[in-house]
């Protein structure tokens, strides 16, 4: 079962009357929060253990689950844009979970599948943001909703 499904499972049970249900997901989930935040306090005496434990995509997405993803949204956001060399940040900010990101592309003419990439990069990236604004592709800004992990 995949990270992402947690959220939706748990509002599942919100309309159920499963309160025991609920109370035993919910201590679960603290449990293991508390027990990766204590890992990942243990790993950050080394940097680059702690990079590598981030950077596992079967890890990644629980330690954004529990907000414990040691890098800050904005580095994975340039991170992952690194990868598409067609782009540059022009300006970068997070505010309250959102993130503005204003881009220019270069070196190739924008098209459907640079937007694409783009836009798939940005949201894995930052998955943990309430909303993500994009500026700076070829057409009007593109609002990306985010699925959020509480």
Same mark, same amino acid.
């Given at each position: 079962?995949?990270?992402?499904?947690?959220?939706?499972?748990?509002?599942?049970?919100?309309?159920?009357?499963?309160?025991?249900?609920?109370?035993?997901?919910?201590?679960?989930?603290?449990?293991?929060?508390?027990?990766?935040?204590?890992?990942?306090?243990?790993?950050?005496?080394?940097?680059?253990?702690?990079?590598? &434990?981030? +950077?596992?995509?079967?890890?990644? !997405?629980? #330690?954004? /689950? =529990?907000?414990?993803?040691?890098? @800050? %949204?904005?580095?994975?956001?340039?991170?992952?844009?690194?990868?598409?060399?067609?782009?540059? &940040?022009? +300006?970068?900010?997070?505010?309250? !979970?959102? #993130?503005? /990101? =204003?881009?220019?592309?270069?070196? @190739? %003419?924008?098209?459907?599948?640079?937007?694409?990439?783009?836009?798939?990069?940005?949201?894995?990236?930052?998955?943990?943001?309430?909303?993500?604004?994009?500026?700076? /592709?070829?057409?009007?800004?593109?609002?990306? %909703?985010?699925?959020?992990?509480?």
């Amino acid at each position: 079962m995949s990270a992402e499904r947690i959220p939706e499972l748990l509002d599942s049970l919100e309309g159920e009357d499963h309160p025991a249900a609920r109370e035993l997901v919910r201590t679960v989930l603290e449990l293991h929060g508390e027990a990766l935040a204590a890992l990942m306090q243990i790993a950050a005496a080394d940097p680059d253990l702690t990079a590598r &434990i981030a +950077a596992d995509e079967r890890v990644r !997405g629980i #330690l954004l /689950l =529990h907000g414990l993803h040691p890098q @800050a %949204p904005e580095q994975r956001v340039r991170s992952a844009l690194r990868a598409i060399p067609e782009v540059s &940040i022009q +300006a970068l900010a997070v505010n309250a !979970g959102e #993130l503005q /990101l =204003h881009i220019e592309c270069v070196r @190739a %003419p924008p098209g459907a599948r640079l937007r694409e990439r783009i836009e798939q990069a940005v949201q894995e990236a930052v998955p943990d943001l309430d909303r993500v604004t994009i500026e700076g /592709l070829p057409r009007a800004a593109i609002a990306i %909703p985010v699925v959020v992990a509480s």
